[in-house]
């Protein structure tokens, strides 16, 4: 989760209240629902983690603009200073296949008093790109000088070698880089390269690129203690996680009197961002008071609502006429609230409409999460439940025990080995050539452990080379997760449960194996197996086999081949094998 730093004078004056540093780290910050890491009573710093739905949270401001309702100080919809803009944004049809959506603020009045608020904001970006932009995948922020900008913008898909729109990238003053530069030599364009496909998206405006999104925006762009004015454009292949990125970072920035202007985006698509649209939600006051389990008003609902920093209305069950609920102006920009939606209930409920900063009410349920956190959990009255409700164990671990038992049974030891590897011993000591699928360190503590393992039979084979002085034979296995890369996964690597087992010894050989797995499948009730011929390199030619199960392959086993036990220093034969869990459980029926 991420790690927000908070320092109290920064809060304080925010908040426009005087509250103990004590006060606020030991109790406040807490009841809003964060884990309190680390507390500097010299440097007067708190450092906390939020949970990831609650984005808004994730700066200051945010922190600030939900503890000034939690005391009262400030309540109901926050308003901020929101008008339109002429800056206008033109979208290209050749980027709608690359990465299509593009949001884009002005802020103005942004004060920046000192370096520690400069950090505050870029960790705030980071921690957006993270939790609602994934990595940068589906939403990326760029923030701007917007003094050092001339508008239009224009957003297309260029050549990535077109040295017309090489630039500047942020840290390399003086060196003008082409995209497919920057992908090559500055450290975020490596990092970033794998969300660019065959063309660059380029943000650009009269004098040039001032971004290359999602990688590096420019240097001429940078915004730095002086700056006053921002632009901030949010670029993603997701309208929702682009959307809710821009309007929780300007809505946390208006908490400090700053200005929002909106930004007319034309050319494939017109719409004005910030949208700064409301959700409106009905809260029924009796499923309030069963989820809470305290005897709650519509009254009462409605003003833990207003502390929540959300708008709310309490509506009896005759009356079904609204009183006129006092929306800033801000929320009519683009949507007309006055057309309100009926209410659909028939009781009581609590009107709500919740501001655009708000990203994670998908529920009424979480409305009343809402209200509870006002209410104050500390004001609970803990009882004990007159149900109970069976639990068992996950179908999967439930089936990891049983290999495990069954190879205890046959008397294989359990190792447990680190999931971090060399290249040396994943690939060449295996007598196997690199395959681009482990997935690498960007920082690795030793040159020992430098990628995340694709597969156990190493380890085990380092295990035994480190274990030369036990008596023989030696019978082990190992259960364990292994990470291979995966362009199409979210995170970019999968992770899958692997069984490797292995016997060292003199005179072990083939048929020793082949017993073993043959025993295995039987216990764990594998029907419609066959055992077939099999290459691999870390084995001897004609003594590895492969076990299929309806065409689809289990695992693999064998002699493990001299060259390889020459590289492990090992001076008796070892046979081994590995197994994929997962294969392993369906063929078995679990």
Known sequence: MPVVTIHYDKLVKILGREVSFEELAHNLIPMLGSDVERIDEREMVIETEFFPNRPDLYSVEGVARALKGFLGIETGIPE??????????????????????????????????????????????????????????KAAIGIHDFEAVEPPLRYFLADPNDRSWAFEPLDHPGEEMTPA??????????????LVSDGAPILADEEGVISFPPVINSERTRVTQDT????????????????????????????????????????????????MELDVWDVPVSEARKLLGIDLSG????????????????????????????????????????EIPPILYEEDVVRVFVGPRRTNILHEW???????????????????????????????????????????????VEVNSLTLISPEENYRKMRLEPDGRAVKLANPIQKEYTIVRTWILPSLM????????????????ELGEVIERDEDAETGAKD????????????????????????????????????TERKHRS?????????????????????????VLTEFDLEVPVVGGEFDVAALRTAAGW
């Open 181 to 194: 530069e920057v992908l090559r030599r500055h450290e975020k364009g490596r990092q970033y390269a794998h």
């Open 80 to 137: 901020y200073n929101v008008r339109r803009s002429d800056v206008e944004a033109r979208v290209e049809e050749s980027v709608l296949d690359a990465r299509p959506c593009l949001a884009v603020a002005v802020v103005r009045g942004v004060e920046f008093e000192d370096e520690r608020d400069l950090e505050h904001l870029m960790e705030f970006q980071e921690h957006l790109h993270w939790v609602i932009g994934r990595d940068r995948k």
């Open 299 to 338: 009254e009462q609902l409605e003003e833990l609502l207003e502390r929540a920093r959300h708008g709310a209305i309490f509506v009896p069950e005759g009356e079904r006429e609204l009183r006129e609920y006092p929306l800033p102006d801000v929320y009519h920009i683009e949507a007309d609230w006055r």
């Open 462 to 477: 380092r295990f035994l080379a480190d274990n030369k002085h036990r008596p023989y034979p030696q019978r082990v296995f």
């Open 496 to 531: 899958r449960w692997k069984l490797a087992l292995a016997i060292a010894g003199p005179g072990v050989g083939f048929s020793e194996i082949k017993s073993v797995v043959e025993a295995l499948l039987r216990e764990l009730d594998v029907t419609g197996w066959e055992i």
């Open 366 to 412: 979480d409305l009343i999460e809402d209200a509870g956190i006002m209410y104050n959990y500390d004001r609970f009255e803990p009882t004990v439940p007159d149900f109970y409700t069976p639990s068992r164990a996950d179908r999967e671990r439930e089936f990891i025990n049983v290999v495990r038992d069954t190879l205890a049974r046959m008397k294989f």
């Open 228 to 275: 006053t004015d921002l632009l901030i454009d949010v670029t993603g292949t997701d309208w929702r996680s682009v959307l809710d990125a821009l309007h929780v970072i300007v809505c946390n920035l208006a908490e400090r009197g700053a200005e929002i202007l909106t930004v007319e985006i034309l050319g494939a698509y017109e719409r004005t961002t910030p949208t």
């Open 539 to 563: 084995f001897i030619n004609g003594r590895c086999a492969a076990v299929l199960a309806d065409g689809r392959e289990l695992g693999f086993f064998g002699e493990i081949h001299p060259e």
